[in-house]
C-alpha cells in the first residue's frame, strides 16, 4: 500500500490545468504534504509563472486552451529541466510516448490516486535536486568516452568540448551507462536504478528517454557512436 510522502525541504510545484476542480484538489493534498503551490489555467499562464517565480516541478494537463500541455512542455524545455509530470485523461500509449518524447519525466493518467501522485511528485523532486546522482559513494572524476564527457560533480555532459543541455533523468541515465562501459543494463535495471524504485514502467518509457540521449550526443542518432541498442537485452555505452 502507498503511504503519505513526506517532505523535509519546501518546494514549490505548479498545477497546470483548465479544470479548476481538479487544480483545487490537488492543491490540497499538496500543501499537506508541504509544498508550496502555484496555479495556472492554461498553458500561457504556466509559462509566466515559470518566468517569473520560482518553480521546482509542474503537474501539466495536456488539453487545455492558448497554449495546450504538449506545446508548453516543448516551450519550457528549451530553457528549464526542471520536472515536468503530466497528468492527462488521455491514456492510449501514443499518448504517454508523445508525452516523453518532448520532454516530461513522467506521465500519469486520470482519474488518479492522489497518494500515487504524490510519490512520483517526491521522486521527481528526489532527482532533480540530486541532479541524477544515484551513488554518493562515486568518486566525483570525470568520465570520458571518447568525445563524450559526463562529470559527475557538476552533474554535466559536453560532447567534442560542447555542453549539452540534459534533464535530470537522461542525465541519470547516462551516468550509469558510461560508468558501466560496454556492459549491458536492460530496461527494467535502468529504470530501478535511475528512477531508484520499486516496479517498472513499460519498456516505451526507458527507449523515449534514450532516443532523446541520443539526439542530443550522437551527430548521426540513427547510426550512433556511443548509445548502443543490444535487440531484446537492452543498451550500453560503447568504449572500443
Known sequence: MLKAVTVIDSYSVLVVDDDQDIV?????YL??????????YDGLQALEIINT???????????MPKLDGIKATLKIREEKNIPIIIVSAKSE???KIHGLTVGADDYVTKPFNPLELLARVKSQLRRYTTLGNMDQNHAASKIVIGGLQVDPECKSVTVDGEFVKVTPLEYGILELLCRHPNRV?????IYRRVWNEEGFVNDNTIAVHVRRI????EINPKEPKYLKVVWGVGYRIEKN
Not at 517565480?53 to 488539453?63: A, E, G, N, S, T
Not at 541520443?214 to 550526443?217: A, F, P
Request: proline residues 3%.
Open 24 to 28: 483545487e484538489s490537488l492543491s490540497i
Open 31 to 40: 500543501r499537506q504534504e508541504g509544498y508550496d503551490v502555484l496555479r495556472a
Open 53 to 63: 517565480q520560482p518553480v521546482h516541478l509542474l503537474l501539466m494537463d495536456i488539453m
Open 93 to 95: 500509449d501514443i499518448d
Open 185 to 189: 543494463f536492460s530496461a527494467e535495471e
Open 214 to 217: 541520443r539526439e542530443k550526443i
